[in-house]
């Protein structure tokens, strides 16, 4: 059994403005890697190995940096959330996925 997980990196970060402004919040530096890769570590520590990653505005930062996720060891699938439509939304966006 292939184990799936689904991370959501489509919001826009406004808790965190003036610094997502400029970038996804999800790519924000934690030590000397960004957020999204520190989940993505987590993840893979746990036997997942497909990741579906929930993509909004700013998407390229995010899937320029991770691709295919090979780098880290796993495959990641991305889906673009349109439009701002919340959690709820962006998890049935991966409802085939899993």
């Known amino acids: 059994m292939i184990r799936k997980a689904i991370v959501l ?3 826009k970060g406004t808790r965190l403005y003036p610094l997502t ?3 996804p919040k999800e ?3 934690v030590g000397t890697k960004p957020v999204i890769e520190h989940v993505i570590e987590v993840l893979k520590a746990g036997a997942i190995k ?3 990653i929930i993509v909004g505005r700013n998407k ?3 899937m320029n940096y991770l691709g ?3 780098r880290l ?3 990641i699938y991305y889906r673009i959330q349109e439009a701002p439509n919340g959690s709820a939304d962006a998890v049935h ?4 996925f899993v």
């Open 9 to 11: 990196a489509a919001g």
């Open 21 to 23: 402004l400029a970038i």
């Open 27 to 29: 790519m924000i530096r």
């Open 50 to 52: 497909e990741i579906l």
């Open 60 to 62: 390229e930062a995010i």
């Open 68 to 70: 295919s996720g090979k």
């Open 73 to 75: 060891g796993v495959d």
């Open 93 to 96: 966006l991966g409802k085939e």
